[in-house]
């Protein structure tokens, strides 16, 4: 059988990032992003192979867009497309693997949306629009949740009244689940341990953050909860606050519920300490200048990142290795080094030449001699959902 070609779709409320992936080959032959859709200033850009393309594409919807993807796949499979896989991001406790796209799936995903409201809806709209324009071809949903599903009573419940939990579905849900189960099977191959039998820390560091722990290839407790808000410092999301921040800036400052959430989701974080930028190589630019915020920024972020850590290490029977992946995790030494340096207790250490050349899309261990495994592992959540989708098909 020639090796099997799907195509990753992740719908935004405005965009759709798309990719094919080839089960046999490791790079990505085609993928893109159309953004800005339903505004005048709607286009999509593509690379395909070493081919850089943009078309514009005013006014365009879900639909639209999709609609110009389909020949670009056409072309780059010779037609051979066999799936689509679908992030979704929120599978609540229905969902707690991949499963195959019918009307019934899809109402489960819309049926979501109190738990995601501005993800679930848009991930909806594009399934149906990929339903309708490749009626024939089996589709795939993989939540961003579903990984941590096996996270224990003791880590998901908050210390809140059951009913809350019982009757409105408050709990701990995480996300990146998917990058998280990806670069844990990637560090049990690269460690020579099976992968049930092996036990992780996973920094996901990019414009969202979160950490991991792995046991025997199950989440056993993440840092985000609910929502994404939980947890690390992020780019423009505070992380954990005290929850009586809400009341304090409703109380004092008259703020409504929707300022907050602004205030919380899109002002905090990294942007919002250093009153520059949420962008880490902006940041680590300004703090070699001698930049104030950027500099308490990224003492903020490498604190709070070192103490999520250790506290994810309380699920652990063992520690066979520390996973960084993400845009900052796969690339920034200085927040590795920083980190690490908060973590003695744990008995890790760098090895700082090893650590400064893991830049750029390596893979490889960065720990001194005869300390625990630091590893840098690219993640590709795209791969992960076309194996899943693949799994899925060969049922
Ligand atoms: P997303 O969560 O949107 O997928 P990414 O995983 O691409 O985000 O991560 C984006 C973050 O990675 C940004 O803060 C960016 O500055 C950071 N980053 C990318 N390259 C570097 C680098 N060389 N050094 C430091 N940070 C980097």
Redesign the pocket.
């Known amino acids: 059988m020639p090796a099997r070609n799907i195509l990753v779709i992740n719908c935004g409320s405005s965009s759709i990032k798309f990719a094919l992936i080839n089960e046999d080959h490791t790079n990505t032959r085609l993928s893109g992003l159309a953004e800005r859709l339903g505004s005048p200033d709607a286009q999509i850009r593509w690379r395909l192979d070493d081919q850089k393309e943009n078309l514009i594409l005013p006014g365009a919807d879900h639909r639209a867009a999709l609609a110009k993807i389909l020949p670009l796949v056409e072309s780059a499979t010779n037609g051979q497309l066999h799936g689509i896989g679908h992030r979704v991001v929120h599978g609540g406790e229905h969902f707690t693997s991949a499963c195959l796209l019918t009307p019934a799936s899809l109402e489960g995903i819309r049926a979501l949306s109190p738990l995601a409201p501005l993800h679930n809806p848009a991930n909806a709209l594009g399934i149906e629009a990929t339903m309708r324009l490749f009626p024939n071809l089996p589709q795939v949903a993989v939540f961003d949740t579903a990984f941590h599903q096996s996270l224990p009573e003791h880590a998901y419940r908050y210390a809140l009244p059951e009913h809350l939990y019982t009757e409105h579905a408050v709990r701990r849900y995480g996300f990146h689940g998917t990058s998280h189960r990806y670069v844990s099977v990637r560090a049990a191959e690269l460690s020579g341990l099976p992968v049930d039998d092996s036990c992780w820390l996973v920094a996901h560091?990019?414009?969202?953050s979160s950490t991991c722990a792995i046991v025997n290839g199950e989440s056993r407790d993440t840092s985000m909860g609910l929502t994404p808000l939980e947890g690390l410092v992020m780019?423009t999301r505070s992380g954990d606050v005290d929850p009586n921040l809400h009341s304090h800036l409703a109380r004092n400052l008259k703020w409504s519920l929707e300022k907050i959430d602004t205030l919380l989701n899109n002002e905090s974080g990294l942007l919002g300490l250093s009153g520059l930028s949420?962008?880490?190589?902006?940041l680590?630019q300004a703090r070699s200048e001698g930049h104030a915020g950027a500099t308490l920024a990224i003492e903020v972020f490498c604190y709070r990142l070192a103490k999520s850590l250790a506290a994810m290490s309380c699920a652990l029977p063992r520690l066979d290795g520390i996973v960084f992946t993400?845009?900052?995790g796969e690339?920034?030494a200085l927040?590795r080094s920083k980190t690490v340096e908060s973590l003695k207790l744990l008995n890790l250490s760098l090895d700082e030449t090893l650590n400064s050349e893991m830049?750029g899309g390596q893979t490889g261990a960065i720990n001194a001699a005869g300390h625990p495994r630091i590893l840098v592992i690219p993640t590709n959540e795209e791969r992960q959902i076309a194996l899943d989708t693949l799994e899925l098909l060969n049922r």
Request: aromatic fraction near 0%; proline fraction near 0%; hydrophobic fraction near 30%.
């Open positions: 560091l990019g414009n969202g780019g949420n962008d880490m190589r902006t680590e993400g845009g900052i690339n920034s927040i830049v």
